[in-house]
């Protein structure tokens, strides 16, 4: 089952990125949930376990995203230094979306996940985000929690909603794609959602509503909605 929102309310500063918040909550404020995909069994991925191969080829940023993070780590090298992160002088750099265009996304570097993860998707390369350490975590998301911000303040939107997407077949659309729908497909790439453990399909797991409740609360803050609610209502939970 697919619901609207007709909430009217305004919200503003939860993360660093204020433009890309206000350009989100001015665009899905209103658009629908498809709430069924959300009943697909899930399982939290284990850092210990995937390395955080979700962060393999980096990630392409929302509207002004790019000068957000380079204002964060102007100020915040030496912290980033600190966790063993020795960032490159460029950590925003230039590729192809899969509609051709070119965006903005944080630079990457190799890191050998096929031969340290057991189960890694052979259509992923072995390169990493900047700011992912070797043990998984994120150099942004540490940062957030140590200046006492909220864990996900400085990380960048695609990343904390991962694997929700606010798109789905050239619609706006709150949605957990899944097998079938995963849009992040083209000649020779089969799909990324449903192919990192946090997006894959868990038989056995639970629903997927309850596996991503603090994303959902979050970007229900943004969106100044309580997707959690409409899901519950939707499916009749």
């Known amino acids: ?23 989100m909550r001015k665009r ?19 850092l210990k376990d995937c390395k955080g191969i979700c962060c393999y080829d980096g990630v392409y940023l929302e509207k002004g995203g790019d000068r957000v993070i380079e204002k964060i780590v ?3 090298r030496d912290f980033f230094k600190d966790l063993g992160l020795n960032l490159p002088d460029k950590v925003i750099t230039e590729d192809l979306w899969l509609d051709g265009s070119v965006e903005k996304k944080t630079s990457v570097r190799p890191r050998a996940f096929s031969k340290n993860v057991v189960v890694y998707p052979a259509h992923f390369n072995d390169t990493a985000c900047v700011f992912l350490k070797e043990d998984g975590q994120c150099g942004l998301q540490m940062l957030a929690e140590t200046r006492g911000q909220h864990s996900w303040y400085y990380k960048p939107l695609g990343c904390w909603l991962h694997p929700i997407h606010l798109e789905s077949e050239g619609k706006d659309l709150i ?13 020779g790439y089969v799909g990324y959602v449903t192919c990192t453990p946090c997006g894959s399909t868990y038989t056995g797991g639970a629903l997927a509503y309850e596996v991503l409740r603090e994303e959902l609360k979050f970007l229900g803050k943004i969106l100044n909605r309580n ?11």
């Open 227 to 237: 997707l959690v609610k409409e899901i519950k209502e939707g499916t009749g939970r």
């Open 175 to 187: 949605i957990l794609e899944d097998e079938k729908t995963d849009s992040c497909r083209s000649d």
């Open 74 to 76: 102007a100020r915040e």
């Open 28 to 46: 899905f404020s209103h658009v629908p949930i498809d709430t069924k995909s959300f009943l697909r069994p899930l399982k939290r991925c284990s």
């Open 1 to 23: 089952m697919i619901v609207m929102n007709k909430n009217t309310k305004t919200s503003a500063g939860l993360t660093a990125f204020a433009e890309a918040e206000q350009e």
